[in-house]
C-alpha cells in the first residue's frame, strides 16, 4: 500500500518530523511517501497561510494519485485544502484534525487540543464544532511561532508540557490531543511523561488511510465531492482547470 503524506507547509524539516511519525504509525507493508510542497508559507498559522498553501497541496497530492498513491493525508492540523482535496481526488484524503479527533473521542470523553499560534486557536476551534466534538474538546494555544518547534534550543516544547498542565487542572481532560504536525515526534515521550492518551494526528490519520484502502472505501463522488465542473482557471491557477484531468 502507498500512502502519499504531504507537508502543505514549505518547511522540509518539518516533513522529516512528519515522515518519521507516519512510518512508525504504519504497517510494515505500507509505503510512506512524505512531501513538502514547492508553493506557499514557510508555516500554517492562520486563514491567509492556509489559502496560500492550498494549491501546492492540491500538485503534490494530484501528482501522488498519478504516480499510484491509494490514499493521502494532510499534515496540517488545519486540514488545509480538505474539502477540495476530497473533491479533486478519486483516493481517500484524511486531514490530521479530523483524525486525531475522532481517535481521542474513542479513548476519553474530554481532552484538550493544544496547538502553537493564537491564529490557529479559532480556526481549529471550528474545525471541532464541525467535527461535532465541541461538547467534549476544548482548544488550546501556546502562543508560540508554529517554527520554534524546528529549534530546539526554543522554548516551544516547555511550553508545550505547562500547556498539558493546565489542561489537566482547568479542563479535567482525560487525553491529550497534539494540534500540529510538527509536534508529532513528541507524543510518546508526553504519553509516557503525563501518564494519559497523547494523540498525534499524523499517526491516527496514517492508521485511518490504511483502514480505507484496506476496507476499499473511498471519498463519496455525489454531492459535495463531486468531480468539479470542467472550466478554464487563468493566470496563475491557469494549471489547475479540470479538463486537465488532474492538476498539472
Known amino acids: 500500500m502507498h500512502i502519499l503524506v504531504v507537508n502543505p507547509n514549505t518547511t522540509a524539516s518539518m516533513t522529516k518530523t512528519i515522515a518519521a511519525a507516519a512510518r512508525a504509525a504504519a504497517d510494515p507493508s505500507t509505503v510512506i511517501e512524505a512531501v513538502t510542497s514547492a508553493m506557499g508559507p514557510a508555516s500554517i498559522e492562520g486563514y491567509y497561510d492556509e489559502a496560500l498553501a492550498v494549491p501546492g497541496l492540491l500538485a503534490e497530492i494530484a501528482r501522488g494519485e498519478r504516480a499510484g498513491a491509494a490514499a493521502a493525508v494532510i499534515a496540517c492540523f488545519d486540514d488545509t485544502g480538505l474539502d477540495a482535496a476530497r473533491a479533486m481526488a478519486a483516493i481517500p484524503v484524511i486531514g490530521i484534525c479530523e483524525a486525531a479527533l475522532s481517535l481521542a473521542s474513542f479513548l476519553a ?12 486557536l ?29 529549534d530546539r534550543s526554543s522554548d ?25 504536525a510538527g509536534m508529532a515526534d513528541l507524543a510518546a515521550a508526553l504519553q509516557g511523561e503525563f501518564g494519559i492518551p497523547v ?9 485511518q488511510a490504511e483502514a480505507l484502502v ?33 492538476v498539472a
Open 109 to 120: 470523553r474530554r481532552f484538550s487540543v493544544v496547538t502553537m499560534s493564537e491564529r490557529s
Open 122 to 150: 479559532v480556526p481549529i476551534t471550528e474545525l471541532v464544532r464541525r467535527y461535532g466534538m465541541e461538547p467534549r474538546a476544548r482548544v488550546r494555544a501556546l502562543g508560540v511561532p508554529v517554527l520554534d518547534l524546528e
Open 156 to 180: 516551544a516544547v516547555a511550553a508545550l508540557r505547562g500547556e498539558i498542565t493546565r489542561a489537566l487542572k482547568e479542563d479535567h481532560a482525560e487525553a491529550i490531543v497534539l494540534g500540529c
Open 199 to 207: 494523540v498525534d494526528g499524523v499517526g491516527a490519520a496514517v492508521k
Open 214 to 246: 484496506t476496507l476499499g472505501l473511498s471519498t463519496g463522488k455525489r454531492g459535495a465531492y463531486a468531480r468539479p465542473a470542467p472550466k478554464p482557471y487563468t493566470g496563475l491557477l491557469a494549471g489547475f482547470g479540470i479538463e486537465d484531468k488532474a
